[in-house]
């Protein structure tokens, strides 16, 4: 009876470690060919630039002001307005499909070890 169960146990382990493995490659199959969009672990919130300027301002004031407004429109330019999260998203879901392909292997380990013992003690 012990040995029914373990044998059970190990293919049951064995193929439901394939298939976290095997779905967890699809999915990054797919979002890495864009057929689907990462999920959104990361948000960027929206920021209100459109602060009221007085006009009685000083030199100096005005002059940190461009100069401000001039590098933001240069960072603008240089990189897309949501490259930083769409990276972050990239990185969580890397970093999740990594674990989730780390415990599928565990388990389809712990199976196989079920298996070849209800195989050796039959023997």
Same mark, same amino acid.
């Given at each position: 009876?012990?040995?029914? !169960?373990?044998? %059970?146990?190990?293919?049951?382990? !064995?193929?439901?470690?394939?298939?976290? %493995? %095997?779905?967890?490659?699809?999915?990054?199959?797919?979002?890495? #060919?864009?057929?689907?969009?990462?999920?959104? /672990?990361?948000?960027? =919130? /929206? /920021?209100?630039?459109?602060?009221?300027?007085?006009? =009685?301002? =000083? #030199? +100096?004031?005005?002059? *940190?002001? &461009?100069?401000?407004?001039?590098? *933001?429109?240069? !960072?603008?330019?240089? &990189?897309?307005? *949501?490259?930083? #999260?769409?990276?972050? *998203?990239? !990185?969580?879901?890397? /970093? %999740?499909?990594a674990f989730l392909i780390y415990a599928a292997t565990k388990l389809i380990n712990i199976g196989r070890e079920f298996w070849k013992d209800s195989r050796e003690i039959n +023997?």
């Open positions: 009876m012990e040995l029914e !169960i373990k044998k %059970f146990l190990g293919i049951g382990l !064995i193929i439901i470690g394939l298939g976290i %493995f %095997f779905w967890d490659i699809k999915e990054s199959y797919y979002y890495f #060919t864009a057929k689907k969009e990462f999920p959104q /672990v990361f948000i960027q =919130s /929206v /920021v209100n630039n459109s602060a009221n300027q007085e006009t =009685s301002l =000083s #030199t +100096q004031d005005q002059l *940190n002001a &461009l100069i401000t407004n001039q590098l *933001n429109q240069q !960072i603008q330019q240089l &990189l897309p307005k *949501n490259s930083i #999260t769409e990276l972050f *998203n990239l !990185i969580s879901w890397s /970093v %999740f499909a +023997q």
